[in-house]
């Protein structure tokens, strides 16, 4: 018999490995690796694996099969986030940082499905059943038939709910779950892994859409075992800035539906309430322009967003490095945007510190605000502002060459609802219901805005 060989596997990531290391090659963690009791390997005449199964039919692509059905929460925006409302027996995880919202957020969904009749069940492992009270009390809530206990022990949820039928099940959170099926501690990998398992399964066999809520680590990863992400049927992140006030809710991964859908929410004193029309939430309208800033048609999924982009320059005493800082949007991007201009279009920003702000606390990756970020960079320098009815988009090259965005019809039809009346546009954009002024080149734009 061969010599059975020692494993270690890493707590963070899950990965295999022959020997034992500080630091886990795959994920770079610190003191992750576990040694795992190598089970022992059968060897028999079984061991050829191509004989002995059972044969299945294999099947054609082309049937009638039936769509998930789904159930609506009643919460709009979280059921277009989720791609049309949630699936009975399905698993989802939903993510974010701590504070952000998301028991918020799921008591709000579990009231709005257990008043429609349909059934609730929120479990919360991390606070009192009186402190969940209280904040449905503030969510205006109270009377909300939610069936809700304080527990951590999964032997103990699954055997309260034998009785029970619901349509959706609240696991607040996987990390304080507790399966006495294993050893260790809540919120280890193999705990995390082993309660979710047994509570995916509970939803699978009754049909009941389970929400588990995850944690987040400091560098914006899904707490545990990277296995979570593959064992739920989808993975929804609520993300946003916990000084501002909005939220978006987005599925990373989605197995009933696309994720290129988002839900915004904007975190009120009762609660988070739906934003229908983000636009509105990052916009300020002010009637006399002001230099230094450019509105973006940015694009969340298939909505546009649109976003106000502020830059500010401070002229500086010659000889001191000026500074660039970039709040919501790469200042790689920054920076090559300042050189483009520089080199193309003879606009030099060497004796001027240069901020740059997303409002709203918006976060922009999109490649096609190159164009209105250079429109509030040349505004906020030439103390020229761009017209307050313009939205302006476009990426730019380093040749100084503006190329088409991604959906543009659809970003200047929203700009066009929203009472723009002028798009600044690469060239060969045509557009209905808004003027549009085209820039091929970099340099044109600089000329319309300083008027040179
Ligand atoms: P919470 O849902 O507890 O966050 P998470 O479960 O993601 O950790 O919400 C946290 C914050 O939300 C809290 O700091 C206060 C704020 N909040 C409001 O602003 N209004 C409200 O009505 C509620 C319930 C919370
Ligand atoms: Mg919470």
Redesign the pocket.
């Known amino acids: 018999m061969a010599k059975l060989k020692a494993h270690y596997v890493c707590q963070a990531c899950g990965s295999d490995h022959s020997r034992w290391q500080g630091q886990c090659p795959d994920c770079a963690e610190w003191n992750t690796l576990v040694q795992e009791s190598a089970a022992p390997t059968v060897f028999s005449q079984k061991h050829d694996l191509s004989t002995g199964g059972r044969a299945i039919e294999l099947v054609g692509l082309d049937a009638e099969v039936a769509l998930p059905v789904r159930v609506s929460t009643g919460i709009a925006e979280f059921d277009r986030a989720v791609g049309g409302g949630i699936v009975p027996g399905s698993a989802m995880l939903l993510a ?12 709000q969904v579990a009231a709005a499905v257990a008043s429609a009749g349909k059934g609730a069940v929120y479990v919360s492992g ?2 009192a059943v009186d402190q969940v009270r209280l ?1 449905a009390l ?2 205006g809530l109270g009377a909300a038939p939610v069936k809700l206990a304080s527990v951590t022990s999964v032997r103990d949820i699954l055997t309260t709910l034998q009785g029970e039928n619901p349509a959706l099940l609240v696991i ?2 996987v990390q304080t779950m507790h399966s006495d099926l294993i050893e260790g501690a809540p919120g280890t990998v193999s705990q995390v892994r082993a309660s979710a398992q047994e509570l995916i399964r509970f939803a699978k066999e009754r049909g009941t859409a389970l929400i588990l ?1 995850g944690h987040v680590t400091k560098d914006g990863s899904i707490a545990g075992p990277r296995v979570l992400e593959h064992m739920v049927d989808a993975v929804l992140g ?1 993300e946003g800035e ?1 000084s501002h006030q909005y939220r978006i809710l987005r599925a990373v991964k989605n197995r009933f539906g696309g994720t290129d859908e988002i839900g915004v929410f904007a ?6 309430a739906e934003v229908p029309n983000p636009s509105a939430l990052f916009l300020t309208r002010r009637d006399d322009p002001v230099s230094g800033t450019a509105i973006f048609p940015a694009l969340e999924g298939t909505r546009p967003v649109l976003v106000e982009i502020q830059a500010l320059t401070v002229r500086l005493a010659s000889g001191a490095t000026p500074r660039r800082s970039a709040v919501g949007w790469d200042s790689s991007r920054l920076a090559m945007l300042l050189a483009v201009l520089e080199a193309r279009c003879g606009v030099s920003f060497a004796t001027a510190e240069v901020y740059l702000n997303i409002a709203g606390g918006y976060k922009l990756q999109d490649p096609a605000a190159d164009l209105a970020v250079a429109a509030a960079l040349v505004s906020a320098l030439s103390e020229r502002p761009v017209p307050a009815e313009a939205v302006v988009m476009g990426e730019v090259a380093l040749s100084g060459e503006v190329r088409q965005a991604a959906h543009t019809q659809l970003r200047l039809k929203e700009a066009a609802k929203l009472g723009f009346e002028e798009a600044w546009v690469p060239g060969g954009v045509e557009a209905k219901g808004i003027k549009v002024a085209r820039f091929g080149q970099l340099r044109g734009l600089v000329e319309k805005v300083t008027g040179r």
């Open positions: 974010g940082d701590p504070g952000i919202g998301k028991s918020t957020l799921l008591l991390e606070e904040r503030r969510l607040d959170s809520v609520f916990r975190m009120e004193g009762a609660g988070l």
